[in-house]
């Protein structure tokens, strides 16, 4: 396939995923409100334990991490969908949380290189096409510091046969809403990004894994 294809092919996922979201924006919070309440919002300080300095949610949607930041972090936020923004604002606005957020897509991100301590991505790699995947990743490594992390937080296909089964009949569902997937590849593009894993942990039964990563 030549660069301009492929180019071409990305350009037209990130505006499919975009529009995705600009369409459910204003039902995002009611439609996932089930998952939020029964488990979602236990986990998200655990996701964000221990990280310092600057940190930036990507894909921060309507900013259900912002009761998680630690104290004394300075916060930044970017979304690839600009009524998913307005929300998290309305949000940052609600809470009296410091946020600066951006509309920016993580294939190209608009801050410099070696900006942030930490990066976390949650819920954020199962709605990225494959073929974009290792851009993504690659933008994350560059606003990274050296010594900085990033943690990774998304959905895994469960071994168990009665889990796997759920979940697939559930998968219609999961993409056509939120165009995500319960089966991202994202571990196959860490090398070509240049990443490294430090640490992978399972937060939820053997469907939601955390991955912690930091910059070759």
Avoid at 197 to 204: A, K, L
Wanted: glycine share 6%.
């Amino acid at each position: 396939m030549s660069q301009s294809v492929s180019e071409s092919m990305t350009d037209v996922d990130s505006l499919n995923a975009r529009k995705t979201y600009e369409r459910i924006a204003f039902l995002y919070d009611f439609l996932d409100a089930p998952y939020e309440i029964a488990w979602k919002r236990a986990l998200r300080r655990r996701v964000f334990e221990g990280l310092h300095g600057a940190i930036l949610d990507a894909g921060v949607g309507t900013g259900c991490n912002f009761v998680a930041y630690p104290p004394g972090v300075k916060a930044f936020g970017c979304d690839a969908s600009a009524a998913m923004l307005e929300k998290a604002r309305a949000r940052a606005d609600k809470l009296g949380q410091l946020v600066e957020l951006r509309c920016s897509d993580l294939t190209r991100l608009d801050w410099p290189d070696a900006t942030f301590d930490g990066i976390v991505a949650t819920f954020v790699f199962a709605c990225i096409e494959d073929h974009e995947q290792a851009a993504a990743l690659s933008e994350l490594r560059r606003v990274c510091k050296p010594g900085g992390e990033i943690r990774i937080v998304d959905y895994r296909l469960s071994p168990r046969p009665l889990v796997r089964a759920r979940q697939k009949l559930m998968s219609a569902w999961l993409n056509g809403t939120f165009a995500a997937t319960y089966t991202p590849k994202t571990e196959d593009y860490f090398d070509q990004a240049g990443l490294e894993v430090i640490d992978e942990t399972f937060i939820r039964s053997d469907v939601l894994k955390m991955i912690r990563l930091r910059p070759l």
